[in-house]
């Protein structure tokens, strides 16, 4: 059980419970300070799967756990579900839905949100992955295009209600791409009476010269190439200059389509947006070598909304681990600065490595030095992404979804629900 807070203690509140903010209130955990995580939700996501559940390979309960549960030994910290409206920092307050919370140190682990680059319309034609909601609807939308297709009758539904088109080409748009052709020619075959889903069009949009630009060149042609296997149509040079309710316009053409998602870009979340200080085109706050907001020592900013500046001038990548090691640092200078020990070093990210599943049985893989490809990558991916779930009864689970799924060709979550 929690205890009360003790009077006149230092409280260290941290905003969002991802990743980052998880982590450094764990770093807290013997500090002598009250530490309270607000968070608009009661779960943390383990948002490299979101993309399963949005293609329905895993239920939402397996890459979801509760926030209360997750901290619940950790005596000195609290959790408050209530939406962040602002932060006073100046009267050194968060203000949110509930009240004013006072703070001594603030952690923002807001993370972030689809950027649509100037075109914010485009957002309700094709949804982007960041939550459990957002891959709900995406589950709903892929499912009902089918079912749409299928009660046109045969041969009249119209090719558009089973195109889908995802746009940007990095890890989150080459999985999407990949799973929506596995449910087509797998895990729908022999379901439907007036239409074949392995007939779909399935197109991968990128604006640059190649997919999965952060990877070596050897590891994106290979992913190209067993996309292209799988029936999936890789467009690369192609910027889109229009999105609506039938389609997807580029440069050079347009691709009619019932179905549209959104994997090409991001930005830091409004609360970072409004923090003082200077910030990046993405909205992401520029933070000193500790992650301290400039002129405010005491308001640290991690994970997704944070830009430091790195000594290799290079940014740091808006990926769990990332915010995994700002989150464990930050914990470290609080609770350094609180029992009055000498400060630690500036952060110095560390690149563990880059991942990306393609498909059935398939995956590129680059840490250090090693690169794989193929099965050896999917088992390799699917081994560090059950490891680092939450409890040995969600990797358990997930390991067997995965395992039926692979034997069975099978998806279990093919549930439409919503509006």
């Known amino acids: 059980m929690a205890q009360q807070a003790v009077a006149n203690r230092p409280r260290v509140v941290i905003v969002g419970a991802g990743f980052g903010g998880l982590e450094a209130a764990r770093a807290l955990a013997h500090a002598a300070a009250d530490v309270v995580v607000v968070d608009a939700k009661n779960h943390h996501t383990f948002q490299p799967l979101l993309y399963q559940v949005a293609t329905a390979a895993l239920s939402p309960a397996a ?10 030994t950790q005596a000195n910290a609290q959790v408050l579900m209530s939406q962040v409206l602002g932060v006073d920092a ?12 006072g703070y001594d140190q ?10 649509y680059f100037g075109h914010d319309g485009w ?6 992955l960041k939550t459990l909601e957002d891959a709900l609807d995406i589950r709903r939308r892929i499912l009902s295009a089918f079912e749409r297709a299928e009660l046109a009758g045969k041969g009249k539904a119209p090719t558009e209600l089973t195109t889908f088109v995802v746009v940007g080409g990095g890890p989150t748009g080459v999985e999407l791409a990949g799973a929506i052709a596995e449910i087509a020619r797998d895990a729908l075959k022999s379901e439907f009476r007036h239409i074949e889903p392995a007939a779909s069009r399935i197109v991968l949009v990128e604006a640059g010269p190649r997919i999965l630009p952060t990877f070596p060149e050897r590891l994106a042609e290979d992913a190209a190439r067993r996309l292209a296997r799988y029936g999936v149509e890789v467009l690369t040079g192609a910027k889109v200059v229009g999105i609506d309710a039938a389609g997807v316009t580029l440069e050079d053409g347009r691709i ?6 959104w994997a090409a870009g991001v930005r830091a979340a409004p609360l970072v947006g409004d923090l003082p200080g200077e910030h990046d085109r993405a ?3 520029r933070v000193a070598a500790d992650l301290s907001l400039p002129g405010h020592p005491e308001i640290f900013v991690i994970g997704d909304g944070a830009a430091p500046a790195s000594p290799e001038g290079k940014p740091i990548p808006g990926i769990a681990p ?16 609180l029992s009055g020990r000498p400060p630690l070093p500036p952060f110095h990210y560390r690149h563990a490595g880059d991942l990306a599943t393609i498909g059935r049985g398939a995956a590129v893989v680059k840490v250090g030095p090693l690169q794989l490809t193929g099965l050896a990558g999917w088992l390799f991916w699917g081994f560090i992404h059950v490891y680092f779930l939450i ?3 969600a990797r358990f689970f997930v390991a067997l979804d995965w395992l039926w799924s692979y034997v069975t060709y099978h998806r279990g979550a093919r549930l439409i629900t919503g509006a």
């Open 63 to 72: 890459i979801a756990w509760p926030i209360r549960h997750l901290l619940k």
């Open 322 to 337: 990332a915010a995994k090691q700002m989150g464990a640092y930050v914990g470290q200078v609080i609770a350094r600065r």
């Open 391 to 393: 409890g040995l009864r």
């Open 123 to 128: 957002e309700a034609f094709a949804p982007g």
């Open 256 to 261: 009619a389509a019932a179905t549209v998602l």
């Open 283 to 285: 909205g992401r706050a």
């Open 90 to 101: 100046a009267a050194h307050q968060l203000h949110t839905e509930g009240g004013p919370i």
């Open 106 to 115: 603030l952690v923002i682990a807001a993370g972030a949100g689809h950027s």
